[in-house]
């Protein structure tokens, strides 16, 4: 099966600044995913993001606070802007439709990036 | 109302048990997808098994079996011999849709499965 890679895995910021992560796959993907999983809680969608088109976000989450790129079919970002304390979570990236795996219809998750606002 | 319901939000198992984890899904699409995933204290998330509404034989994975019953919609997972290692918060979600595949998945509030040696 293909490697998700995320980076950071974890980090630590400061109330009003911005972190960028970085989802990688060793493998052209179609179907990017972005979920949050607050302290505590299960996974919330924040968007879906195709390669040469706009993302698409879930009900409860913006553009200006989420932005994502996809430049191309094995790499996305997730961009956490003016972050409060409310912004601690795990974000996860998501990928689907592995060209040559078998569960062509499954999605595989990233580690994740733990991120603590103070 | 919730699309996916898991009821216990924790359980106990001797090792070497078998354990059902329960999960029932709210849908009105006659095709969709059903999912278990674990996650261990370290975060990531690590599929385990897939059933699709349309699949006639319950999935198995090594010692991962899903019991899929269609008309009570419930889609409970069962690990078989339990280890230590299977210690964990375990997901059951679902994608609906016509076209199962690129739609995103609902999640249902997790069950804490803790191994006891």
């Known amino acids: 099966s293909a490697v998700i890679s995320q980076k950071p895995s974890r980090d630590i910021c400061q109330r009003g600044t911005s972190l960028t992560i970085q989802c990688q796959v060793d493998s052209q993907v179609t179907m990017m995913f972005w979920y949050r999983q607050q302290p505590g809680q299960s996974l919330t969608l924040i968007a879906t993001a195709n390669q040469g088109s706009e993302a698409t976000y879930e009900s409860g989450f913006v553009i200006d606070k989420f932005p994502i790129s996809r430049p191309n079919l094995t790499f996305s970002t997730l961009t956490v802007s003016n972050m409060s304390p409310e912004d601690s979570s795990i974000y996860l990236c998501s990928v689907e439709d592995l060209q040559g795996h078998p569960y062509t219809d499954t999605q595989y998750f990233g580690p994740g990036t733990r991120l603590t606002v103070l | ?117």
């Open chain 2, 1 to 117: 109302a919730q699309k996916i319901t898991q009821t216990q939000p924790g359980m106990f198992v001797q090792e070497k048990e078998a354990v059902t984890l329960d999960c029932t899904y709210d849908t009105s699409d006659q095709s969709y997808g059903l999912f278990w995933y674990k996650q261990p204290s370290s975060g990531e998330m690590i599929f385990l098994i897939y059933q699709g509404s349309y699949d006639e034989q319950n999935a198995t994975e090594g010692r991962y079996s899903l019991n899929f019953q269609k008309a009570r919609k419930s889609a409970n997972l069962v690990i078989s011999a339990s280890q230590l290692g299977d210690s964990a918060m375990y997901f059951c979600a679902m994608r609906e849709g016509r076209n199962n595949a690129g739609n995103m998945l609902t999640f249902g509030g997790g069950t804490r499965l803790m191994v006891k040696p």
